[in-house]
């Protein structure tokens, strides 16, 4: 049965609805189609038209940019444990003014407390503190963790959104 806002609703063809739809672990999108007919076997439901164009839709504070860099840090949970005293490695998946996804042969779990160093020829952000909010293991040993940065100074948030614009105005000229 279709419901708007807790009432039943009859969308007759030619009604110009939008539809939205989560994919897990991809996003979630919107397309604006028409109702083609109405179907009453063997349940309620509306048939609509093929879609124009299926927008993906970004949900995030940050626009997340696909890109590797190597990157250090060290798991700071208890600074008096010994892994505080480590210093890992490992790369950039993807990068945010808010966080990023890293992979590497350390193992990681929820609730970590990462300083992380971002040491590339284009970008210098030294002891930024993040949370693991994700782990996933990879089969080749590695791990990969999604971390939100956490008290991030603005001067370092905006450096990263900066980098972030400047990589895609890059990859832009490259294309043409």
């Known amino acids: 049965m279709l419901q708007a806002s807790g009432e ?3 969308l007759s063809p030619g009604t110009l609805v939008t539809v939205g739809f ?3 672990d991809k996003g979630y999108y919107t397309f604006d189609t028409t109702v083609i007919e109405q179907v ?6 509306v048939r609509l038209a093929y879609p124009q164009q299926i927008r993906r839709i970004q949900q995030r504070q940050h626009y997340r940019l696909s890109l590797q860099l190597p990157i ?15 210093t890992c490695t490992g790369y950039t ?8 996804q890293l992979v590497t042969r350390e193992p ?19 002891g930024l503190m993040a949370r693991v909010l994700r782990v996933s ?3 080749d040993n590695t791990c ?11 001067q370092d948030e905006e450096a990263i959104i900066r980098f972030i614009y400047q990589e895609q105005a890059r990859r832009r000229r490259l294309e043409m």
């Not at 998946?93 to 990023?100: A, E, K, V």
């Open 93 to 100: 998946l993807n990068i945010s003014g808010g966080g990023l």
């Open 22 to 24: 989560g994919v897990p």
């Open 137 to 139: 293991d990879n089969l």
């Open 8 to 10: 039943q609703i009859y």
């Open 144 to 154: 990969q963790a999604s971390v939100q940065f956490h008290d991030i100074k603005r």
């Open 108 to 126: 990681l779990v929820y609730g970590d407390w990462l300083e992380i160093d971002i040491c590339s020829s284009s970008l210098q952000q030294i």
């Open 72 to 86: 250090s840090f060290r798991v700071v949970n208890d600074l008096e444990s010994h892994r505080s005293f480590i």
């Open 40 to 45: 009453l076997l063997p349940a309620p439901a």
